[in-house]
């Protein structure tokens, strides 16, 4: 039987992942650094950048060529709460 702290997980990995469906690419990999509190989103199999535009709000978005391969998201733990 679940607990409420699992059923609470499955309800946050569940709308999660109604934004990656909703988006072209059919494969994506996360990864977390705990240490460095940095999620990499790779939208494609990971690969180089050959630009980078860095946002106001610690986000990096990562180009090959025109097309955005990749999200760094800096402090993400702290954008949860």
Do not use: C, N, W
């Not at 989103?41 to 090959?64: F, N, W």
């Amino acid at each position: 039987m679940a607990t409420t702290k699992v059923e609470k997980t499955l309800k946050e990995i569940y709308e999660l992942s109604s934004h990656f469906v909703r988006t072209s690419e059919t494969k994506m990999i996360l990864d977390y650094d705990r240490e460095a509190d940095v999620l990499y989103i790779s939208l494609k199999k990971p690969q180089k950048a050959t630009d980078s535009e860095m946002l106001e709000d610690g986000v990096l978005l990562r180009y090959r060529d025109e097309e955005l391969v990749g999200i760094t998201i800096l402090d993400v733990s702290k954008r949860l709460y």
